[in-house]
């Protein structure tokens, strides 16, 4: 019989492939594992969308995509290496991106009630410490940090891909190194049209991927790139990107602006994995000491990827995050 790892240390497989979409007792089977979950917000209560895959009593991940104001399907290269490894896995878009409601309060673009959200969503899904990771990608791999600061006694992992624990400093590494590296006519022109506020102009998404995603994005031609990023990437809910973020791509000037917890990783003492790329907008000895800093920290370097390492340096990222979560 065909088996599959379920997170034993000793290399053995674990149970057969029957087990991991056993769908006994679920009660997302009629969807095919989605489920919409109700969420209190101090504007109302709206619905989040989820989907589940597979069934691990021991290793269960929520994934928080990026953005702000992304959707999940960006993670969808996911579905060709966590059902191998026997990891349940969810996707979830966040209040406001993709098929989750869209409430057009902009009250409730905040860290802390991104934070009751997702402690929200573990709690209707069943997650506990027994089997409950978080990873969180950029902006997600922030979120994830704030939820563990906050949650972290019902975490049993968190994995942090591509976000440095200071916004500052992430600035700073992209006005020092990032943008002298780029060509200096290209940011000259991205930097007029963002001072013109014109960063909808469709001149302005021309230069940047010719000279920033490109290279610190997704290191593959635009014309290359996976449709579920591409799909995913058109579908950015503005509204809460630009507050949160900002409006320009060299950079953050949102409510994330002076975000800064690098000092409190030392109070996050579940086994946590950070992910940094050698190409990334984020500095991957950032990423390091984050990793040095958290008591139960790993870093994981991915020397040919860039901010989405999980598709251009795709079997560092994935076999050292399957690793790591089988040791868990």
Not at 116 to 123: C, F, N, P
Not at 224 to 229: A, R, Y
Request: charged share 20%; proline share 6%; with cysteine.
């Amino acid at each position: 019989m065909v088996k599959v790892p379920v997170g034993q240390t000793d290399g053995e497989l674990g149970e057969p492939v029957s087990h991991y979409f056993d769908n006994a007792d679920r009660d997302d089977v009629l969807g095919g594992g989605v489920r919409l979950i109700p969420v209190h917000t101090p504007g109302g209560t709206f619905r989040v969308w989820t989907k589940r895959t597979g069934n691990n009593p021991s290793v269960k991940v929520l994934l928080l995509h990026g953005g702000p104001g992304a959707t999940h399907e960006y993670l969808l290269g996911f579905d060709s290496f966590l059902p191998g490894a026997g990891v349940e896995y969810y996707y979830y878009d966040q209040l406001g991106c993709g098929w989750s409601d869209h409430p057009g309060d902009a009250s409730l673009w905040q860290i802390d009630r991104y934070v009751d959200e997702v402690e929200q969503v573990r709690t209707a899904l069943g997650l506990d410490r027994g089997n409950f990771v978080l990873f969180g990608q950029s902006w997600g791999g922030a979120l994830a940090i704030e939820y563990a600061l906050r949650y972290q006694q019902h975490l049993k992992g968190l994995v942090i891909s591509n976000m440095m624990a200071s916004i500052p400093a992430y600035n700073a590494y992209a006005e020092e190194v990032l943008i002298p590296d780029q060509d200096p006519a290209t940011v000259s022109e991205i930097r007029a049209l963002e001072a013109a506020g014109l960063t909808d102009d469709p001149r302005y998404d021309e230069l940047l991927m010719s000279e920033h995603y490109v290279k610190h994005v997704l290191r593959m031609p635009a014309d290359e790139w996976p449709e579920p990023v591409v799909r995913s990437f058109s579908r950015i809910n503005k509204d809460i990107y630009i507050p949160m973020q900002g409006p320009s791509e060299l950079g953050a000037s949102g409510v994330l602006s002076d975000w800064n917890r690098v000092a409190d990783l030392s109070g996050i003492d579940v086994p946590a994995l950070v992910i940094g790329a050698g190409h990334d907008t984020m500095d991957p000895a950032h990423l390091r000491d984050m990793a040095e800093r958290l008591p139960g920290g790993s870093y994981l370097h991915c020397p040919d990827g860039s901010h989405l390492a999980m598709y251009d340096d795709q079997q560092t990222y994935m076999r050292g995050l399957t690793e790591w979560l089988s040791r868990l």
